[in-house]
């Protein structure tokens, strides 16, 4: 069985790229169960803003760059230049490396780990997660958690949600008489809404398509809750704008952006698309008065922070290195299940005819004691005929291996 990995991410892709590769979690199941019936026999798909990468356990490894440029109505030379293939332990090490943060444009986050664990249900959910990807991702967490326990790469987390405050402060000297406006009410919005609410904002908005999902998050912040049909005539009363939904489609495109500016009177707008596809078209950073930025934009800020947990890097390394030693022979003793199973098989008919050949004797009055010793004298000489046969025919060089690994085998002193 080969395990591998395919995919892009944001030190291989820029984000106009990994936008057109994303999977959308309502149809995640579907294109897994299209994996593997097409591809492999076992199949998961982690897909963020800032990664998409299949991972896969097949007899033979197909052709995933066709088939992900396919599934996205892309052509494979549209892609092929961002992607990764990493088979065996480099796959191994990736998915580790992944699941601890090292992988991450801010490192030792830890929201990766819970999208990881969303991937791993999904595939569950769907009936692609076998015994080796089920194997893979278990370890993967055990080795996040190992690093994190034992390691400072988590220490000081530098998250994007902390970064987009930092962008704010930029642009607005004192966030206190500003007006923010969050789209989205997941993880990532209740992360960027946390840190804003610490600054203590003007006001604070969340727009949600569920208007009770908007509600309960806009109640911890003593905010608002509106319905994304209203952004038209509600967008231009927030100063700040942080988006992050799960749409296929731009949420905000640049007329209603326009509008909104011509009501401020030209008044600044911050804005901050953390969403993959976007959320807010790119054309809006050609406004005047509008400061856009995208995840990718985000990196530099992160960067500056992150000297207190590269030093913890190599230690983290070195668990992950271990740990991909540990793997790899769980995954070469699998590979020996089917030697071993005919091995056995093979033992357990030559018992079975020899203990139904002793029977008969012993039903026709034969003396017990001659029909055990015949039964085991026969039975050990089928055992050993196929290892003396090949000792016998072999010469040489391999003659000398066989001996070793004969004698080996059977624990015998030479």
């Known amino acids: 069985m080969a395990l591998y990995a395919l995919g892009l991410n944001h030190q291989t892709a ?25 591809l492999a026999s ?31 109505s892309l052509r494979p030379d549209d892609i092929s230049p961002y992607l990764y293939t990493l088979t ?3 796959a191994v090490r990736h998915a580790f490396r992944v699941a601890s943060g090292l992988d991450s444009m801010v490192l030792g986050e830890p929201q990766i780990l819970g999208q990881m664990k969303d991937a791993v249900r999904e595939a569950q959910a769907a009936g692609t997660l076998g015994t080796v990807l089920h194997k893979l991702f278990q370890r993967s967490f055990a080795v996040a958690k190992e690093v994190r326990s034992n390691t400072q790469v988590g220490a000081n987390s530098v998250s994007m949600a902390a970064a987009t405050v930092k962008l704010a402060a930029r642009i607005f000297p004192s966030l206190h008489e500003q007006k923010v406006l969050f789209i989205g009410a997941g993880e990532m919005i209740e992360l960027c809404a946390t840190h804003f609410a610490a600054q203590g904002p003007a006001r604070i908005a969340v727009a949600n398509r569920t208007l009770e999902r908007a509600g309960q998050l806009a109640h911890r912040f003593n905010g608002q809750a509106i319905e994304l049909k209203a952004l038209g005539e ?6 700040v704008v942080v988006s992050c939904t799960a749409s296929s489609l731009p949420i ?6 326009e509008r909104a500016l011509r009501a401020r009177r030209r008044r600044p707008m911050f804005m901050v698309d953390l969403a993959v596809p976007r959320d807010i078209e790119p054309e809006v950073a050609e406004l005047d008065d509008v400061f856009l930025y995208t995840v990718d934009d985000l990196g530099e800020i992160v960067a500056a922070n992150l000297d207190a947990r590269r030093s913890a890097v190599e230690q983290a390394e070195a668990i992950i290195e271990t740990q991909v030693g540990q793997f790899m022979h769980w995954m070469q003793v699998r590979e020996t299940v089917p030697l071993i199973r005919a091995l056995r098989e093979q033992a357990e008919q030559a018992r079975q005819h020899e203990l139904e050949r002793a029977l008969k004797l012993l039903q026709r009055g034969e003396d017990p004691k001659q029909v055990l010793e015949a039964m085991s004298q026969a039975l050990a ?16 060089e391999e003659r000398e291996r066989l001996s070793e690994t004969v004698a080996r085998l059977f624990r015998v002193n030479r």
Not at 252 to 257: A, P, S, T
């Open 381 to 396: 000489n089928k055992l050993l005929h196929p290892p003396t046969q090949a000792l016998n025919e072999a010469a040489g």
């Open 252 to 257: 905000l495109g640049k007329g209603m952006v």
């Open 42 to 72: 076992e199949a998961a798909i982690l897909s963020t803003c800032n990664r998409t990468e299949l991972y896969l356990a097949a007899e033979q490894p197909g052709a995933a760059t066709d088939w992900l440029a396919k599934y996205h």
């Open 234 to 239: 509600k967008l231009q009363e927030y100063d």
């Open 88 to 90: 065996r332990e480099q």
């Open 14 to 38: 820029p984000l106009d790229i990994r936008e057109r590769v994303v999977f959308h979690v309502e149809r995640m199941r579907d294109a897994l169960g299209e994996l593997r019936r097409s």
